[in-house]
């Protein structure tokens, strides 16, 4: 059951022809927006309902103001009149404040553990080869290897490797047991293997680092965070966003947020 503010924002939202749904898993999200049409995930929080209402409104908003942001991902100079450093800089801060998720801590603390672990491997291989460089060839290592099953670790941290045409034997190798799979195998080519391991893991949590700040840092995103923050908190959002809430109050009463400044004052 939704409170009065719930209740009075989706009336408001659908006398202008949006449709509402609330009983939705909002395609992985609190929260979707598409063609007039805003989803609220059946699975949020009572109390971020409304915020999250809110983002979706301004989404709609943006949409009027910027007709292919959906295509795009939006244009701040469309927005506020302006794209530069310290616009996008308040925004994004405005944006930490409304979303912790925002702050990428997990990934980040992910990020710190890989680094120490390729380090850690690094040092094992340099105790036996000094010279060694990850950035060069470990031409001691590629021969050693040629011959060997543990090839395939270099590719799978697991692999079940199949072997026979008639009679079929398998082997199941992992990075976790190559002292026991390979007893003969020195130990700077095993700190090897499990270091290439950890550079994959490191360019994959890489990768996922810089599609979250992508979509975080989209124009569309940092706005509609901007409108929910002024709803959350306007004191906090003055004071971490002066200037772009300037900006934006002055287009707002300009109406050039059309019925945005029927429900943000």
Request: without cysteine.
């Amino acid at each position: 059951m939704f409170m009065k503010v719930e209740q009075l924002l989706i009336s408001y939202f659908e006398s202008l022809g949006i449709d509402v749904h609330t009983g939705t898993k909002a395609r992985g999200h609190q929260g979707f927006y598409l063609d007039k049409r805003i989803d609220i995930s059946k699975n949020i929080k009572p109390e971020r309902v409304a915020p999250t209402l809110i983002h979706e409104f301004a989404h709609y908003i943006h949409s009027k103001v910027e007709p292919e942001m959906l295509r795009t991902g939006g244009s701040l100079y469309k927005l506020f009149g302006a794209d530069d450093e310290e616009l996008r800089s308040e925004l994004i801060k405005v944006t930490n404040f409304v979303d912790e998720n925002s702050h990428l801590k997990k990934l980040y603390e992910h990020k710190k553990l890989l680094n120490e672990k390729i380090k850690y491997y690094d040092s094992i291989i340099k105790s036996y080869y000094p010279k060694f460089q990850r950035s060069k060839r470990f031409r001691e290592f590629e021969r050693y290897i040629k011959s060997s099953d543990a090839k395939y670790l270099l590719k799978y941290d697991r692999i079940k490797l199949v072997k026979g045409f008639i009679v079929k034997s398998a082997k199941l190798y992992t990075i976790d047991n190559i002292e026991k799979d390979f007893p003969d195998m020195p130990p700077a080519f095993a700190a090897y293997i499990r270091l290439k391991s950890y550079q994959k893991r490191q360019a994959n949590n890489s990768k996922r680092i810089n599609k979250y700040k992508k979509y975080y840092e989209k124009p569309t995103e940092l706005f509609a965070r901007f409108v929910e923050s002024l709803y959350l908190d306007k004191n906090v959002t003055v004071k971490i966003a002066p200037r772009a809430t300037k900006i934006f109050y002055r287009l707002l009463e300009g109406g050039y947020y059309y019925e945005l400044k029927n429900i943000i004052y």
